[in-house]
């Protein structure tokens, strides 16, 4: 017999939620939750990207009529959970996977690492929701309920000023207030700015990062309902402010990246008001760091050739976080 559990979904929508005896949702069906089998990749010769780099644990891999099934395309985000547990994990569908039957296909250390799980490998029951950020909590629930949203401020017309903080909340803590910094500098100076921001949050057992970042080359506007209204739009002057994990949790580190032309002179601004800091000339700063790949969210959304990302060591968030905004502000509402 199968099993068919009907639970109220957000804005009173019916959710389905079934056991894994493959049954699906009606064709047509809105349901945000699809019953999924989740299988470890341990191929590493057809799933490498899954296994190793930067960004494995951010991937998964979809049977192509799943995908199909639950209206997704590859470069989309879907949120992955196992049945029976509490942790949830936002992906980026990466490819296509080759596997016979139905299913996802996570890394092999994802489990551990952003579903809290101790098993390395096998199939397991699981959940599909199709949504990225939550669709309609507000800040605070999503704080309490540890979960992940969206904001926008999208000035009706004017298309001068983009703040950015896509990792902000626990995932790279202190960015979204720095956006908010600027965004208001900026408003006070009657500069018309626009803002769009995330806000994510930890689980008692996994990080924020480990659980919500999507790489900034990666994020898809068409499953972040708020960013798409922008996705279209060129913005003269984006700026998006980043944190990383610097391996000397005392360093003091700010790289200032993008495509922008003005990338450099807010470099220099930043030296000039922070000289105990470390803010290495964009030729000295990792590539990883130097945000110069087009497909980087900040650059999308800027006129061309591209936007500012400001990548900053914790300590930096830490003890100046505010500082460095208002400086940022000083230095852009010049522009
Ligand atoms: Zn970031």
Redesign the pocket.
Known sequence: MRLVTFTLAPRGTIQYLRTMSGDKPKPGSNAPTYPVSIRTAIRPSTAPELNTGRFAREYCYITPAYLQTIHRTVGQHVRVSVDGTKETGLFTVRAISNLPTPCVEIGIDTLPEKLNLSLTGGELAGRIIRYAPHPSYSDSLAASKKDFVERIDLHPTARNFLIL???GGN??PD?AGQAETVYKALQTANKNPSRWFCLGYRSDECDADDRW?I??TQINATSFPKLSKIAEHSFMHVI?????IAANAADKIIYVGGLSNHRNGLRDALVAAFPTLDIPAFADVDSHYQSAQPENITNRLAVNPGGIQI?QSKKVRTDHGTDVANAVADFIKTL
């Open positions: 903080a896509p990792h995932i790279e960015t970042h790489t900034s998006s402010f980043h944190g990383f990548e």
